[in-house]
């Protein structure tokens, strides 16, 4: 992050400044991996996009979660295609519920810490990248498999359960990396322009709005004064 210190004088070419470095976050190249996670409801993708200060997790019937870093802390923006509709929370929402995240968490769907618990096992070369190897078990017992990309700080594969699950097996868990890019910034976010915003903190007084009302039922969330 750049802090700039100017006076009126300078004015003109602080704007200028604001303006390349705009520019420059637009153009910046993003890092883009494309996933295909497996568990006891199926197979579907999961696609998580992630710059310096934002990440976007895709995933199939889910809606877009985009979490941006600010002063303030993280905020959260849920968009929902069919709907048009986007749901905002700010750093004090997710506070207030309990739910405000750890940026580095945010950054893989993997938890990084996770390797501290597991066992070195040699390295791997998925898409013909360097990934080291970790195996180990859950405090359930459960096997855990883990290649992860040091240089990415990403997860190339990551199970939980056996190679070969039995069907229906609720405690199985696969996520397989199938591509990573990168691209420019302004290529790789969702498109925000067209969504309707509704900060979180003002759906539980808008009862007459189906959105809302769904919004609510579907997550549980009792409106807060």
């Given amino acids: 992050m750049c802090f700039v210190l100017a006076g009126p004088a300078w004015a003109g070419e602080e704007a200028a400044a604001a303006s390349a470095t705009s520019a420059a976050a637009t153009d910046a190249q993003v890092v883009v991996a494309h996933y295909s996670v497996r568990d006891a409801q199926g197979e579907r993708s999961l696609v998580?996009?992630?710059g310096a200060d934002r990440i976007e997790y895709r995933q199939q019937?889910?809606?877009?979660?985009l979490w941006r870093q600010t002063p303030d802390g993280i905020s959260r923006l849920e968009l929902f295609a069919a709907e048009k509709r986007s749901v905002a929370w700010a750093p004090g929402d997710l506070?207030?519920?309990?739910?405000?995240?750890?940026?580095?968490?945010l950054a893989s769907p993997i938890n990084p810490q996770l390797r501290d618990k597991l066992k070195r096992d040699g390295t791997a070369k998925p898409l013909g990248l360097s990934a080291e190897r970790y195996r180990g078990e859950s405090a359930e017992g459960r096997a855990i498999a883990l290649d992860w990309l040091a240089g990415e700080g990403l997860p190339a594969y990551y199970r939980t359960?056996?190679?070969k699950p039995k069907a229906g097996d609720a405690g199985f868990y696969e996520l397989k990396l199938v591509k990573l890019?990168?691209?420019?910034?302004?290529?790789?976010?969702?498109a925000t322009d067209g969504y309707r915003e509704t900060d979180y903190t003002d759906l539980g007084d808008m009862e007459l709005d189906p959105f809302a009302a769904n919004y609510l039922k579907r997550n549980g969330h009792a409106h807060e004064h």
């Fill in 181 to 190: 890019e990168r691209v420019p910034a302004a290529e790789a976010f969702t």
């Fill in 48 to 50: 998580l996009v992630r």
């Fill in 95 to 105: 506070r207030t519920v309990g739910r405000m995240p750890q940026w580095e968490q």
């Fill in 61 to 65: 019937g889910e809606p877009v979660e």
């Fill in 161 to 163: 359960g056996p190679a």
